[in-house]
């Protein structure tokens, strides 16, 4: 039984509170969940404050992340969002690092995965889609809703058309934070049942301890692949901001 | 708000569809949803996902930011300063070179003169003295020849004188007696014509 309970690779998504804390009737205790963001959020500073504090001319290896970084994202929104996107610079570099380094601390074994959490990566989209749409507002005032209007279509076409363009729209933040999430959900639960297997295989004897080198070695190839998919999905939340960031900037497209 | 409440109202019949499930398989275990769409759990984790992040946010466009951008710029800064030093001394060898050139090309333009100079001198001078020794030679021939003229001349005539007193001492010796001397003188021009 308790064997059993070890493996259920539902377990490590179990948020349990640490600080119990009760504010207007919602439950907003100090959770593992808490306590793995501030992780993220503290290790990810660190890092990135502490390597570049030399200022170095010539940068050492952990500089030279940081400044990667820095230059990959920034890179980025200038290719998708032009030299106007660059306000937005600190957003996207930021949710670039905490998506990033909540995915790598979720790779470690017991550590809690904060973006496996749906409410997690939806309100990080929404936090992007808010953006994209009170900027747009603000900035092109109802032109921001020419982004539903694209040019050159016929006259009889267009409800249809603008009916696609809205639904595309509002199914951005949805598709955002899925995204994100079911990679980071499917991935740990897959590595979960791959290495309960090795464990429940070892109990058979001496047969099953050379039968488990399978699952193993399905194991350790998926803790690559979770490796990749770590940065890919950081990469690919980044790149869409960064795309949806354009939007808001000339939604005539 | 708006999204929390109508995910809660939505996760409430599911979590009561597990405990119907869970009723038959795994007795006590099972009360909760899946845990990621439990929405017991949701202000909490919006609420520290706000905090967090918005600290994170503020600290990376604050400290962190400015920082890495004033690194990177510095070093842009130093790149393109070394970038021009380094064409501006190039420049500066590129007219050195080409100064170097001028005055070689000048240089040898100028040993070109001087040796055609010299060349033409030499020649002009090899001329003077030919025609001078040729004159010389010429002046001597000339006085050569004419010596030779009357020296011939000269010798004619005596060859004459010596032609008359020959034929005479032979007519006085054949003939016997005295001789006319303008007579002999006569025949012996005749004869010699």
Known sequence: ?253 | MFVTSAYAQESAPAAAEGDTHAGTAVPAAEHEAFPPFDAKTFPSQILWLVITFGLFYLFLKRVVMPRLGGIIDVRNDRITQDLDHAARLKGEADAAVAAYEQELAEAKANANKIGQQANDAAKAQAEDTRKKLEAELEKKLGEAEASIASIKAKAMKEVGTIAEDTTSAIVEALVGGKTDKSEIAAAVKSASR
């Open chain 1, 1 to 253: 039984m308790a064997a059993a309970d070890k493996v259920d690779p539902i377990h490590q998504f179990q948020i349990h509170p640490i600080i119990p804390l009760h504010i207007g009737g919602y439950d907003v205790s100090f959770t593992n969940s808490s306590l793995f963001m501030v992780v993220t959020i503290v290790l990810a500073s660190a890092f990135l404050y502490m390597s570049t504090a030399s200022r170095a001319l010539i940068p050492g290896r952990l500089q030279s992340i940081s400044e990667m970084a820095y230059e990959f994202v920034g890179n980025m929104l200038r290719d998708a969002a032009g030299k106007q996107g660059m306000q937005f610079f600190p957003l996207v570099f930021s949710l670039f690092m905490f998506v990033l380094v909540a995915n790598l601390i979720g790779l470690f074994p017991y550590f809690f995965t904060v973006t496996s959490h749906i409410i997690v990566t939806f309100t990080l989209a929404v936090l992007v889609i808010g953006t994209v749409i009170v900027y747009g507002f603000a900035k092109h005032g109802f032109g921001f809703l020419k982004l539903f209007v694209p040019h050159g279509v016929p006259g009889y076409l267009l409800p249809l058309v603008v009916a696609i363009e809205v639904i595309s729209f509002v199914s951005r933040p949805v598709s955002l934070s899925v995204r994100l999430f079911a990679n980071m959900l499917a991935g740990h639960i897959t590595l979960k049942v791959f290495s309960g297997f090795v464990v429940s295989l070892s109990a058979f004897g001496a047969l099953g301890i050379a039968g488990s080198v399978l699952p193993l070695a399905m194991a350790v190839a998926l803790s690559a692949l979770e490796l990749l998919v770590a940065f890919l999905q950081a990469y690919v939340f980044a790149v869409l901001t960064c795309m949806y960031l354009n939007d808001a900037l000339h939604p005539s497209h």
